[in-house]
């Protein structure tokens, strides 16, 4: 059971616009922790895609954007492409238990 | 650019350590002021994040690993270490390792193709 809650699976056509949604709670994205998000293609390493919310990493397209609002964050991706499928994690930080590094189960992106 | 590259035997015994090695290439593991991490994957399920070490020493470790978890580094040879011992069948995984953006909390910015290690008997 991951401290942060993601939907197992998105899917939108190309094109199209989808989010991915990151439930937290008071002790981590609700403290007011960053939020970053990662991309994992099919048999590669995840690869930072947003950093501190919403902010992008030089090379990353505007396509991707960040939010938090409370304690959720979110990911979203305009234009769908089909290179864009792939496993999406967010993470952030964790105050309990002295504090650890917490990731979001992981949300499987189809392009249909 | 900085790369990261993890080696050490791919299958443990039960109730044996877990040791990998992250060699860094591109920058000095001890000259910047940066976490240097490992965080593992369970064939198909999701990401957990192992522990990670500043570059002065000071050591994070995951709550449910505490006390089995070691995380060291050889600055001499620009590597950083990883121990976990007494192994059982769910710590079989992809091992990463990895390096901070900037400080423990700014996300990880560089990761290392990984290691997939399998404990079995």
């Known amino acids: 059971q991951s401290v942060l809650t993601q939907p197992p699976s998105v899917s939108g056509a190309p094109g199209q616009r989808v989010t991915i949604s990151c439930s937290g709670s008071?002790?981590?994205?609700?403290?007011?922790?960053?939020v970053h998000w990662y991309q994992q293609l099919p048999g590669a390493a995840p690869k930072l895609l947003i950093y501190?919310?919403?902010s992008r990493p030089s090379g990353v397209s505007d396509r991707f954007s960040g939010s938090k609002s409370g304690t959720s964050a979110s990911l979203a991706l305009t234009g769908l492409q089909a290179e864009d499928e792939a496993d999406y994690y967010c993470q952030s930080y964790d105050n309990t238990l002295s504090g650890h590094l917490v990731f979001g189960g992981g949300t499987k992106l189809t392009v249909l | 650019q900085l790369q990261l590259q993890e080696s050490g035997p791919r299958l443990v015994k039960p109730s044996e350590t877990l040791s990998l090695t992250c060699t860094v290439s591109g920058g000095s593991i001890s000259s910047s002021s940066y976490y240097w991490a490992w965080i593992r994957q369970p064939p198909g399920k999701g990401l957990e994040w192992v522990g990670s070490?500043?570059?002065?020493?000071?050591?994070y470790y995951s709550p449910p690993l505490r006390g089995r978890v070691t995380i060291s580094m050889d600055t001499s040879k620009n590597q950083f270490s990883l121990k976990l011992t007494s192994v059982t069948a769910a710590d079989t995984a992809t091992y990463h390792c990895?390096?901070?953006?900037?400080?423990?909390?700014?996300?990880?910015?560089?990761w290392g193709q990984g290691a997939l290690v399998t404990v079995s008997s």
């Open positions: 070490m500043y570059s002065s020493g000071s050591t």
């Open positions: 501190s919310d919403n």
């Open positions: 990895a390096r901070s953006r900037v400080s423990l909390l700014s996300g990880i910015g560089y």
């Open positions: 008071s002790s981590n994205i609700g403290a007011g922790f960053d």
